[in-house]
Nanobody
C-alpha cells in the first residue's frame, strides 16, 4: 500500500509556472506507475499525464502536451508535475495517483489533491 501527498499548488498568473510534487510513503514506490489527474468545478476528473516505473516513458493529455512535464525521483519517493505556460483553463484540483502497470491497471491509490488557480 502507498500513501500519496501532493504539494506545490497555488495561485499563478496566466503564462506562469508551477511545480507540483507528490510524495509517496513506503519503500516500493518504484514499482508504481504514477499519474496526475485534475478536476475543475463541475467537471469530471481528467487525465493529465503519467510516468512509467523507471521514468523512461511519459504520457500526456493533448491539452497539456508541450507545456507540462512529469518526472520522478525514486530515491526520494516523489513524482513531479512541472507546469509551464499556464492557462486559466488549467485551474483545477490536481491529484496524483499510483498503479501497478501501464496498461489495463486501475489507479488504486490517490492523494488528497492540491489546488491550482491560474488568473487571467
Amino acid at each position: 500500500q502507498v500513501q500519496l501527498v501532493e504539494s506545490g499548488g497555488g495561485l499563478v498568473q496566466a503564462g506562469g509556472s508551477l511545480r507540483l510534487s507528490c510524495a509517496a510513503s513506503g519503500r516500493t514506490f518504484s514499482i508504481y506507475v504514477m499519474g496526475w489527474f485534475r478536476q475543475a468545478p463541475g467537471t469530471e476528473r481528467e487525465f493529465v499525464g503519467a510516468i512509467s516505473q523507471a521514468g523512461h516513458s511519459t504520457y500526456y493529455a493533448d491539452s497539456v502536451k508541450g507545456r507540462f512535464t512529469i518526472s520522478r525521483d525514486n530515491a526520494k519517493n516523489t513524482v513531479y508535475l512541472q507546469m509551464n505556460s499556464l492557462k486559466p483553463e488549467d485551474t483545477a484540483v490536481y491529484y496524483c495517483a499510483a498503479k501497478l502497470g501501464v496498461h489495463g491497471f486501475p489507479y488504486d491509490y490517490w492523494g488528497q489533491g492540491t489546488q491550482v488557480t491560474v488568473a487571467s
